[in-house]
């Protein structure tokens, strides 16, 4: 399983010959103008929730790539009525699809379009694929749920907010990856703008100081598990 960070929220997944993409905002993003959206490879487009900065460039990717929108049904309902085909899901619901299984499971935020309607409730995703187990928390406070997940899987990899201001920081990110039962942490949703920009070297050492890594990905670099 290889891991992109694309910027702010934005993660590549591939899984042998699938290519997965989750929360894809990168034309807006300064810091990914060198990520071509229409460049990027996507059969599954997998959403946490319906706010901008996670769903901007889904429409102009999906027409493109014919990827199918994994979310919420609220979120499904809506790439639908646009002529993107979907796969709905729910809480606590998991489904085997071709590259392995998607479990959509509970995150504590809001979800409405930028429109303001409703966009389903906010998610996060456990994804197993290749005997590899990640999660993508999406933009969540730490929550009791969490402690759930490490009761049906073994966590290789963990995918936390650590901006702070939205979503967790950094030291209830080092409570969540405690609760998963991970100590390997790939850092996201920080730094795009000014209420969630952090200090790298202090973030990492926290983690480092309980024994776990974090990991801050350059945008476009990926890592192997
Ligand atoms: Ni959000
Ligand atoms: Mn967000």
């Known amino acids: 399983m290889k891991i992109t960070y694309f910027g702010h929220a934005s993660i590549g997944i591939q899984v042998g010959d699938i290519n997965i993409l989750v929360d894809p905002f990168i034309s807006a993003n300064p810091k990914a103008s060198h990520i071509n959206i229409g460049e990027l490879k996507a059969d599954y487009i997998l959403l946490t929730h319906a706010h901008q900065d996670h769903i901007l460039d889904v429409e102009v990717i999906a027409k493109r790539t014919n990827a199918i929108v994994v979310s919420n049904y609220e979120i499904v309902s809506y790439f639908e009525k646009l002529g993107i085909e979907g796969h709905p899901m729910n809480h606590g619901g998991q489904w085997d699809f071709e590259f392995g299984n998607v479990k959509y499971v509970n995150a504590i935020h809001s979800s409405s379009f930028p429109d303001g309607s409703y966009g389903g409730q906010p998610g996060g995703f456990v994804i197993e694929g290749e005997h590899k187990n990640i999660y993508i928390a999406g933009d969540t406070a730490l929550t009791m749920d969490m402690q ?24 209830d990110a080092i409570l969540a990856s405690n609760f998963v039962k991970c100590d390997k942490i790939l850092g996201y949703h920080y730094d795009t703008f000014g209420y969630i920009e952090i200090d790298h070297e202090v973030a990492k050492r926290k983690f480092f100081d309980v024994g776990k890594d974090l990991m801050l990905l350059e945008i476009g670099k990926s890592i192997e598990l």
């Open 148 to 171: 759930l997940i490490p009761l049906y899987i073994k966590l290789d990899l963990a995918i936390l907010p650590i901006g702070d201001n939205f979503t967790m920081g950094i030291d």
